[in-house]
T-cell receptor, first 112, second 115 residues
Framework: DQQVKQNSPSLSVQEGRISILNCDYTNSMFDYFLWYKKYPAEGPTFLISISSIKDKNEDGRFTVFLNKSAKHLSLHIVPSQPGDSAVYFCAAAMDSNYQLIWGAGTKLIIKP | DGGITQSPKYLFRKEGQNVTLSCEQNLNHDAMYWYRQDPGQGLRLIYYSQIVNDFQKGDIAEGYSVSREKKESFPLTVTSAQKNPTAFYLC??????????????FGAGSRLTVL
């Protein structure tokens, strides 16, 4: 049973445009949602997170939106840059059980 | 620079052999983790450790073993009992495990191929 789903295996976006990566979850008990970015042959690096008590968190070009009623979150990257080409993982956790549950990842390709 | 060092980066093993993957951190983090990544899947937790001399099984611990004799070190042994060991292995650490908001710091990974 996949509790965290990233339904798009890949996404291609023109440089300078907005990239929107989506993530759906099934467990309403999740307290935190995190996005990690991964380049080939490297470990993931933390990008941005959001608490379940918020509906938006912004950090520079990156904004995460949380829609609890739809059990959906999205990561917006504006403007998209070539260095943003990577695999993006969505992950969720509960405070009572810190273990992260990971989505399968979305490969973002930024076209020049 | 603080971080996590995994070695070796690439490893080939014959069937029936045990191999040990090294993970060292100098971040002074209490918690350490081992994940496995397979193509098209999210990261799956193998083992984690909250403090020295203590560790817990994750979702896919069968065929793996770990030790935590020092705070800085959390080696993973892939035993011959692991039926499908070819994968990318990631070690991570965090300040502690007390909050779901904990950010994990990852190493660069070790790719194990069984011949």
């Amino acid at each position: 049973d996949q509790q965290v789903k990233q339904n798009s295996p890949s996404l291609s976006v023109q440089e300078g445009r907005i990239s929107i990566l989506n993530c759906d979850y099934t467990n309403s008990m999740f307290d935190y949602f995190l996005w990690y970015k991964k380049y080939p042959a490297e470990g993931p690096t933390f990008l941005i997170s959001i608490s379940s008590i918020k509906d938006k968190n912004e950090d520079g070009r990156f904004t995460v939106f949380l829609n609890k009623s739809a059990k959906h979150l999205s990561l917006h990257i504006v403007p998209s840059q070539p260095g943003d080409s990577a695999v993006y993982f969505c992950a969720a956790a509960m405070d009572s059980n810190y273990q992260l549950i990971w989505g399968a990842g979305t490969k973002l390709i930024i076209k020049p | 620079d603080g971080g996590i060092t995994q070695s070796p980066k690439y490893l080939f093993r014959k069937e029936g052999q045990n191999v040990t993957l090294s993970c060292e951190q100098n971040l002074n983090h209490d918690a350490m983790y081992w994940y496995r990544q397979d193509p098209g899947q999210g990261l799956r937790l193998i083992y984690y450790s909250q403090i020295v001399n203590d560790f817990q099984k994750g979702d896919i611990a069968e065929g793996y073993s770990v030790s935590r004799e020092k705070k800085e070190s959390f080696p993973l042994t892939v035993t011959s009992a692991q039926k499908n060991p070819t994968a990318f292995y990631l070690c991570a650490s965090s300040v502690n495990t007390f909050s779901g908001a904990n950010v994990l710091t990852f190493g660069a990974g070790s790719r194990l191929t069984v011949l």
